[in-house]
């Protein structure tokens, strides 16, 4: 029999010395409304929807110091059951963890857990900038103010197997990708933490559908590439990312940026070789006091810890935010060659959004979102151009 | 750390003063076999297949005494994971809950959980009557002995995002719904139980398909309309509804009977607007002294409380249940004045079932379910009419 | 309240004279390389993904010491949720159970958990030996060395409902069998195991498509049947296996095989019955010392127990493997007796192939496996002969 003791993080932890069990979950419930105006003939429009989000069970445990997991996954809208984390991690010491299962190795708001973002979703660079939940192996070590990140990744968990043999010309290699990433802490004293990063990545699509670079207008909501896509362009890609956040109190600023050097894949559409820039920026404000909640160790930001919560008789913790994105892929339009591989990218244009977001914490485990984005989509193909305000509201809770 | 004391009920509850956690779930596996006699020349048959009603897993937590959570769901028979119950609820104090998720406002079999349900699935009343689970905002008081309900509605959790903005006419917002119920026990003694309720509510189909009032004869298996239907006829629609129910020791009544004024929606096909009535009653008796478990301050039925199982060395309960269901959706038929609309709800016909029922219950958490039923659907189109001879048994258990 | 004592079993299990319950699940990430080699003008061609083998979430209890249940499931690339094992047990006695659920009934190592199997899959014995999970009623006997089981069983849980209602000729009963199997082990002893099993089956195709006797190359990856297969012939089938293993401390043999007489189903290919023939033999060796773990109370193995786990400062536990299996699906090419009959079962050959495995075992909840295969497989048809080399990988951990 093993003695445990048991901590409340939403959900009973069991813990000693040497192993560890918590059933978590989350669910993440929203409302949407976009108003669309799009250019005659198009017509314009507005949709409305209360959807889920997020709403994931799942475990995470340690067999021992050296072994541990964590799986969670779930299902909404409609959609088939798929896992966000699973991971399978030997640590041969404390400072190294060696993982496999579909895991996120690079991105400073992607590495982030949704639970833990600011805005209620991250836009357009986490749309097509570091990749989301690959099956991977990845290696891992950090200090107090560090880490380093290496990554072999294939497709994520949750995609079909690549199986395409039947054809007259068979293949079925899956896309492989190699990143790594840096992060570093050169200041990191109670009223102000800084942090740098930097990741590369290597990808090739093997036999899968070429990579597109696509995205929505800063939600969950809709079909990634409805306002502004390159398609099925890339052969391989190298992109090159930085990432900086500097957090003085109850204020902070965040932004990242990247270059992705895409080969072009010559037999979907001819072509030169576009580059796609995508970035953002954000400040980020508690008049309730709270610090966002920076974890050096991990390079990434974690659950914030709210001063005056409700079950401690106060009123919650407030965060007011406001944040810029923008993404060119006016590249993929310019370098087609062809007629059919300009009407391919002709939604490959510039994407400019502005978005304002509230969050109201009653206790850490649990707030109220509000976000409203205005985007502005200028896309090369001739009437394709987008402009979209869009409201959202978030009840979430986890554990 | 955190100290809490263990409650088994079918799994462990960790329970203390503030915070609450169990893992939760069930499975109830069937057998179906139905014989259909049609009207010449389309052809008799029979079916049967061993299934699974539900397979379920899910949690429920406290977080503290203002804020907890449910999220329970599964897949079976070739569908994909859908959620069943999901709720973060914000309880400001103790007789009152505002609730975000997936969630049933109305109805008296409709909110008791098919665990507790005396029959093996709830008629058309369930199929056609109060909504089941639907992405929602609900807002409830009750006292001992009464509770009111208020809730604003999307579409379920399940259903994919209303997303058709790629046509001519684009439009893409959810069907939306508003529903109002209370309900009151005016005789709540040991011996006598009485329950009254009654519920309102308004829907628009918004941009999603037209409300079809269609359903099953008293089963979980089929499609439902394969043998009743409207079609999907339905802009909108008014529906009143009434509940009732006595309790008196081992014996006991219930029935329920809604009036749906449904909108037609005229682009489908053209017509006046027409009644959609539907209703239920039962006879509910158990030869080993049970009385159904009713709750009066959440205006439903609860789990039976077994006075003899066989972990106390008896023989477990038994309840032995008769019930009629009817529903009439003929006006659908008779105000539709085009051809196609008449052919559209063809099978729009009255809805006439016997069923009969036992249970045998070794413990609470677990019965045994056989329904015999026997329906008769007179349809208005020519040589549609449908009868049913339909068995069924279960096996179910819950934790 | 409950007081239980807690055992660590790769997660906590709560346990006390009545109860218990344990959350439970597992995660197989794998890679698979496959070189292909078909006769020209088919192209041959290679395959590489990183994948999901199983990632499943579960649950495990005891109501008291009459009624246990499990469930088990989930879903890895692209696949919809789907469920391993489901049972709710009722145990009369110590000796007795019966299961309602998605259960196995037969084959040694059809029975032994995927977790535990030697080597990475089953191979073609377990494509088309005794079925898989099914949902069924079993009832099962057993003594200290010996096993009785007799089960009825339709399609899987997973399965669709048959509901082909609404052709010409309808008919939706689902299909049935019957299955028996016994086991016992004659020799019992610290040094030496040796179990002995056999089990006969009927199974009738009912209104679902005819069964098909197909496999893959001894990999989870991969459309069963691509290789080869008879097509949809059966309309029922008899089959009769045999199953022997014997332990020898370290040392492992253990072998199957199985008579499929198959009663052809003349509506899709006429022709005669033909016999489909398929088995294996394998051989273990630990060179670490352990010993398979054989179970004669259930006829099948389970978990090892590694003797110097990385936990307790040691190395872990090798096992290493060698096997051969065999299919032989011919006589369903040569009993069709029309054109169309000889090219549905045009790949309905001979499939031989041998595997090496390595298994590295940290400790006994976690393992590493590696598993090269080389299958040969000769078509009836011509020019439809494939060679596979194959090389697996698979980091496993469960709990």
């Known amino acids: 029999a093993q003695d445990t003791t048991v901590a409340w993080k939403g959900a009973p932890q069991w813990t000693n010395d040497d192993v560890q069990f918590k059933v978590r979950g989350r669910l993440l419930i929203d409302y949407v409304f976009q108003d669309v105006d799009r250019v005659a003939p198009l017509a314009d429009y507005q949709t409305s929807n209360i959807r889920g989000r997020q ?3 799942g475990v995470e445990g ?3 110091n050296y072994i541990a997991y964590k ?3 779930g299902a909404v809208n409609g959609g088939a059951w798929s896992w966000d984390d699973v991971v399978i991690e030997f640590k041969p010491n404390e400072w190294t ?3 496999v299962g579909n895991i996120k190795a690079a991105g400073l708001e992607n590495l982030t857990s949704t639970r833990f973002l600011s805005f209620m979703d991250r836009g357009p ?6 990749d989301s939940y690959l099956a991977s192996v990845v290696a891992k070590a950090n200090g107090l103010n560090w880490t380093l990140t290496g990554a072999i990744q294939g497709n994520s968990l949750n995609s079909g197997d690549v199986n395409n043999t039947a054809g007259a010309n068979p293949g079925s290699k899956e896309r492989i990708g190699y ?20 990741f590369a990545r290597y990808r090739n699509h093997g036999d899968e559908s070429g990579f597109s670079f696509a995205g929505r207008p800063s939600t969950g909501y809709g079909d990634s590439g409805r306002y502004y896509t390159t398609g099925a362009i890339g052969d391989t890609d190298v ?3 930085v990432e900086g956040a500097w957090v003085h109190n109850n204020f902070s600023v965040q932004g990242e940026y990247a270059d992705i050097k895409v080969n072009r894949l010559k037999t979907v559409a001819a072509g030169g070789d576009p580059d796609v820039k995508v970035g953002y920026a954000f400040v980020s404000f508690w008049p309730t006091g709270e610090s966002r ?3 050096a160790a991990k390079g990434e930001f974690g659950r914030p810890k709210i001063i005056d919560p409700i079950t401690a008789g106060g009123l919650g913790g407030v965060e007011l935010l406001a944040r810029y994105d923008y993404a060119d892929l006016t590249d993929a339009y310019s370098t087609a060659t062809t007629a059919a591989g300009k009407t391919l990218s002709q939604d490959a244009g510039k994407y400019k959004g502005w978005t304002l977001g509230a969050n109201y914490y009653p206790t850490a485990y649990v707030r109220l979102q509000a976000n409203y984005t205005s985007a502005d989509i200028d896309n090369p193909g001739p009437g394709r151009d987008v402009k979209i305000n869009q409201f959202q509201m978030r009840a979430q809770l986890d554990f």
Not at 125 to 130: Q, R, T
Not at 180 to 189: D, K
Not at 191 to 197: A, Q, S
């Open 97 to 99: 963890s060696i993982m």
């Open 179 to 198: 990143t790594v990433r840096g992060s570093y802490a050169p200041i990191l004293t109670d009223m102000d933490k800084v942090h740098l990063g930097a």
């Open 293 to 295: 909640n920076y974890d």
């Open 62 to 64: 340690k067999l021992n």
């Open 239 to 241: 992109t090159y990312g």
């Open 55 to 57: 709403a994931f069970l």
């Open 71 to 73: 799986a969670e996954g």
């Open 125 to 130: 660079y986490g749309d097509m900038g570091p």
